[in-house]
Structure formats: C-alpha cells, structure tokens
C-alpha cells in the first residue's frame, strides 16, 4: 500500500499562475484533508472533506478552491498564486471513529515568486 | 478559536540526555495525538491518548495526557540521534467536529 500520495513533490509558480495539487489514498478513508504548513506554525487546516461529496472550509481557506473527485482523490487548487501562499501542503486522510489520527503524504513545496 | 501551545520550541541535547517536550492550551479536549516529522516528509502518528491522567510508552517515549484534558507531555528517557526531528502535538475536540489543532512544533536535534 503507498498510503497518502501527492504531486508534485516541488513546484515554482510565478504571482497570478494557477495549479492543481493533487491527493491520493489507498487505505479505503473517508475524510480526507489539506493543511499548509509554516515555520513556527505547525499544520494549518485549508479545506477538508469529511466524505466523498461534500467539503468544507478550514482555518485558512481564502486563495484555495478543492475538489473531492471520488473517493481516494482530494485535489487542492491555486487560482492565482500569491507570494503569500509559499509553504509546504500536506493532504492527510483519515478514518471516521478513531479519534480523527491522520496519515500524512510527503508533501508538496510551493514556492511563488 | 482552541489554541495549543509547544515548548520548547527549539531543543538541542546529547545523545543519551533526557528531555521533555510539552503542550498547552486552555482548551479540552477529547483526545490529543503526537506527531514525528522528519525532513521532506509528512508527520508520523507516534501516539493518542484519549482518558485524563493517562500514561503511555513506547519504548523510550513516554506521552502523559492531563487530567484536565488540556495539556500534554513526551518525555525521551537517553535521547539517540534517530530521535531528530519535528514533534507535534494535535488536539481533537468533538464539539468542533473532531477536527485536530496542531501546536506548533518542537524542533529536537540530538547530537551523538
């Protein structure tokens, strides 16, 4: 099992480009997750999906649009990068009733110029 | 807003030092989760502990959740140079979903 996956591992945008980050798991989850994170920060909760077909704002959403394709598939998009948006993002997923423990991809750093 | 709060933020030690990293918030919760994070990867679930006063090891580690629910501790008995890298505290609270708060994170680096 590969667990959560993402791609791109690292991407350099320059201010105003769009991308799509995308997420994948193989462990059969419901919820899955997008976070950012920043030095001193810890991990930022974007937008989240708590099951296929629906989704819901988190912590920081503004700038990020998502969408939940199908059951494994969480996409992250960029409508137009801003500077402030350089970070590293996680998508996670994880399984309803276990008191919400989470399993991480690698991650994808953005830097925007 | 629930807020949790790490310290140290930094730490540096040698290898076979004790050390202990702590989590803070004014906030209950009902249940708290630590991560490892390593570098270029995602956080690693180490453990959760779930019941006010609760003690759980693993191996060297040792996690303690709060009686109130609101704080936690990881204690490394003689630190080894595999046990760099960046610890993470994360809440979960029911009446916001279950959805976790993460703390900020202790950067531990032991040197041998």
């Known amino acids: 099992n590969a667990g959560v996956t993402q791609t791109p591992k690292f991407q350099v945008l320059k201010t105003g480009q769009s991308m799509t980050l995308q997420c994948a798991q193989d462990?059969?989850?419901?919820?899955m997750y997008w976070y950012r994170q920043d030095p001193g920060m810890g991990l930022r909760l974007i937008y989240y999906s708590a099951s296929e077909g629906t989704t819901d704002k988190g912590e920081v959403p503004n700038g990020y649009n998502v969408s939940r394709l199908n059951k494994r598939e969480f996409s992250l998009r960029l409508e137009s990068a801003a500077p402030s948006q350089t970070s590293v993002y996680f998508c996670?997923?994880?399984?309803?009733?276990?008191?919400?423990?989470?399993?991480f991809g690698p991650g994808t750093r953005l830097t925007v110029l | 807003t629930q807020l949790l709060e790490q310290s140290p933020q930094f730490l540096s030690i040698q290898e076979g030092e004790n050390l202990t990293v702590y989590c803070n918030s004014s906030?209950?919760?009902?249940?708290l989760q630590w991560y490892r994070q390593e570098p270029g990867e995602g956080p690693v679930l180490l453990v959760t502990?779930?019941?006010?006063?609760e003690v759980k090891k693993l191996k060297r580690l040792t996690f303690q959740f709060g009686d109130a629910r609101k704080d936690s501790s990881l204690h490394i008995t003689a630190a080894q140079p595999g046990d760099t890298g960046l610890y993470l505290c994360a809440g979960a609270a029911r009446n916001a979903g279950n959805m976790l708060t993460f703390g900020g994170g202790t950067r531990l680096m032991v040197k041998p």
């Open positions: 906030s209950v919760f009902s249940s």
């Open positions: 462990m059969n989850h419901n919820s």
């Open positions: 502990v779930v019941t006010g006063g």
């Open positions: 996670a997923s994880s399984e309803i009733g276990y008191d919400n423990e989470q399993f």
